[in-house]
């Protein structure tokens, strides 16, 4: 039974240090450290962590923030969940009990960035949460330390979970989001992983090739609605936004 709760204590905070290495490959130097989590949470962010039995197999980590029109959020800076415990659900247990604890302090937005090459990520934050895209950041991060990102740029979209809307609360119910027409779409090969791994100046050409569009179509106002996924690749579904 994986369990999730709020983290304090420094030796808890120390172990989701740890576990971003684990998970992620990175250097000391691009560690989130064990000062960061200690601010978070004492200045209204979140530290979380997903745990089977005493054993820490997750764990997720918001800040707040201050849109320029002064709407409060959090920004969720990390989240990542052992290899072993993937596709178990812990992310998803993760990511719903911070939904419900910002929802009891009258938080109604979290934030967070994912890499659109990855399909997975893409599918879980959009059809297993209810979130949309409307930002986009070219190299967010820089170039990193960890192998899973392949040397490339960090380009990264913004995910913006509206705790409080229709479509989120119908997905966290397990129901169809409310249609919408979509109007473009952005089409990406399952199979990036591989292409970053063997063919990398390839994969960089297909990252500015679907980074480009990406702003294009915001620009154009458009949103990004939904996410599927097929045998070959999977595909960004652009509706107007309302």
Not at 58 to 67: E, H, R, S
Not at 165 to 179: C, T
Not at 228 to 241: D, I, P
Request: glycine share 8%; charged share 25%.
């Amino acid at each position: 039974m994986i369990t999730v709760r709020t983290i304090t204590e420094i030796s808890d905070l120390r172990e989701a240090v740890r576990l971003q290495k684990v998970i992620w490959g990175f250097e000391d130097l691009e560690l989130l450290p064990v000062r960061l989590f200690v601010v978070a949470n004492r200045v209204g962010g979140q530290t979380m962590a997903a745990f089977d039995g005493d054993k820490m197999v997750g764990f997720l980590i918001a800040v707040p923030g201050v849109k320029t029109d002064g709407t409060h959020y959090l920004h969720s800076n990390m989240m990542g969940v052992l290899a072993d415990y993937r596709n178990l659900g812990v992310g998803r247990q993760l990511k719903l009990a911070q939904r419900e604890e910002a929802l009891s302090r009258g938080i109604d937005m979290i934030e967070w960035t994912f890499d659109p090459l990855e399909l997975k990520n893409a599918f879980f934050n959009m059809q297993r949460l209810g979130a949309v895209v409307e930002r986009y950041v070219l190299n967010q991060y820089g170039i990193t330390s960890s192998a899973l990102h392949g040397g490339l740029p960090t380009d990264r979209c913004i995910a913006s979970w509206f705790l409080k809307s229709d479509r989120v609360a119908n997905v966290v119910a397990g129901q169809p989001p409310p249609p919408v027409e979509i109007v473009e779409r952005i089409d990406v090969p399952n199979d990036i992983g591989q292409i970053r791994n063997e063919r990398p100046a390839e994969a960089r050409e297909l990252q500015a090739s679907i980074s480009e569009r990406f702003l294009e179509y915001l620009r154009r106002d458009l949103y990004v609605a939904t996410v599927e996924r097929g045998e070959t690749h999977g595909s960004y579904l652009f509706a107007k936004r309302t």
